[in-house]
């Protein structure tokens, strides 16, 4: 990664005289991905169309290279920014072919005309984002996916220096999602181009940047590398999160959990009891889960969702002050579900309690003796 190729400082990004996000500090270098997260209405289309010269800002300055974008022609400013936006743009009568074309407007002369140079670039562009198949075909006669891909297109026919993108994941599936955002990491990469772009989609943020600016309340909150945005609970109060939990660490959220005494007792561990939680509280039956290690990767989920979770410390084996406290809960419950198909060494003490639970059922089925 080289210098700086777009820096923001002091900057204040709004309409008119009102602010709408202040103090923004960005500093993105070629190759680097910056996305942006927040609440709806933050303001983070606000600051894409005002560090991409749509509108004026505010107060502060935004440096693309060495040159001031203020001071930037738009034939300047189009050779070194790329720019793809959500809104649907109305393309009548062109093919996919003549959008991704007009990506090299900047380069031509008055009539715009593509030199053979041109007309490679296009055709490298779709054959990079896998469109080329669309080339003849009407841009109104695709799917919004599709569209939006041939957007992107565009854009990378432009060759830009910076390529900034509102929600580009939108209409698409998750195959096509994971797909374009891997595009972007490597175009970042094999193109040494800074990607700005706002998502929603927070475990693919988690996963697709180098730096997180996070915006809530007129203000830049926070910036910086994934993990040290999520981590926590920095999420949750970004978003106020009120209604389910977010887990930072699979960068996901769950629902509410269940109210109420448990009614079900679930013997998980490995991951085998995440589906069986979410069922439950699908269903919405408050339930028990246990006894579950600290570092097992289903402990944040039951976290969330069970109304009473019962723990051991990480890599030792259970104890028998957790199994006495699993035994009172689940001699509460009209119901015991074990998700466990193997026990080891460490979680052994489940396994007896899932006998201690089938030698106590048994015992309530059987028939009273006639004397």
Do not use: W
């Amino acid at each position: 990664m080289g210098n700086t190729v777009l820096k923001a400082e002091s900057l204040a990004v709004g309409y008119g005289k009102k602010i709408v996000v202040d103090g923004l500090e960005i500093e993105v270098r070629p190759g680097e991905v910056l996305t942006i997260i927040g609440p709806n209405g933050a303001g983070k289309t606000t600051i894409l169309k005002s560090i991409s010269a749509q509108l004026p800002a505010i107060s502060g300055s935004i440096t693309v290279g060495s040159s001031d974008l203020a001071d930037m022609s738009l034939r300047d400013i189009s050779k070194t920014m790329a720019v793809c936006f959500t809104g649907r743009t109305d393309l009548e009568r062109m093919t996919c072919e003549d959008v991704v074309s007009s990506g090299r407007y900047p380069y031509t002369g008055r009539l715009g005309l593509l030199s053979e140079e041109d007309k490679r670039i296009v055709r490298q562009a779709m054959e990079l984002t896998g469109i080329s198949a669309l080339c003849d075909t009407d841009v109104n006669c695709i799917s919004d996916g599709q569209r939006q891909t041939v957007m992107l297109a565009r854009a990378v026919a432009q060759q830009p220096r910076v390529l900034i993108l509102d929600e580009p994941s939108s209409f698409l599936d998750i195959n096509n999602k994971l797909r374009l955002l891997s595009l972007l990491r490597e175009l970042a990469k094999s193109r040494s181009i800074a990607v700005v772009q706002t998502l929603h989609e927070l475990d693919l943020a988690q996963r697709f940047s180098d730096k997180i600016l996070c915006v809530k309340d007129n203000k830049a909150q926070r910036i910086g590398a994934p993990e040290e945005i999520f981590c926590g609970d920095y999420i949750s109060r970004l978003y106020g999160i009120s209604y389910g939990t977010f887990l930072p660490g699979f960068g996901v959220a769950e629902a509410q959990k269940p109210e109420g005494q448990p009614q079900v007792f679930v013997i998980g561990g490995g991951g085998s009891g995440i589906s069986t939680y979410r069922r439950l509280q699908r269903q919405g039956i408050p339930f028990a889960a246990g006894v579950l290690h600290e570092n097992d990767v289903e402990y944040p989920v039951a976290k969330s969702l069970a109304a009473v979770l019962i723990t051991e410390k990480a890599f030792e084996p259970i104890s028998e002050e957790s199994m006495a406290r699993a035994r009172e809960i689940m001699k509460k419950c009209s119901e015991v579900i074990c998700c466990i198909e193997v026990f080891g060494s460490m979680n052994k003490g489940n396994r007896k309690l899932l006998e201690e639970y089938n030698i106590s059922h048994l015992e309530q089925k059987k028939e009273p003796e006639i004397l």
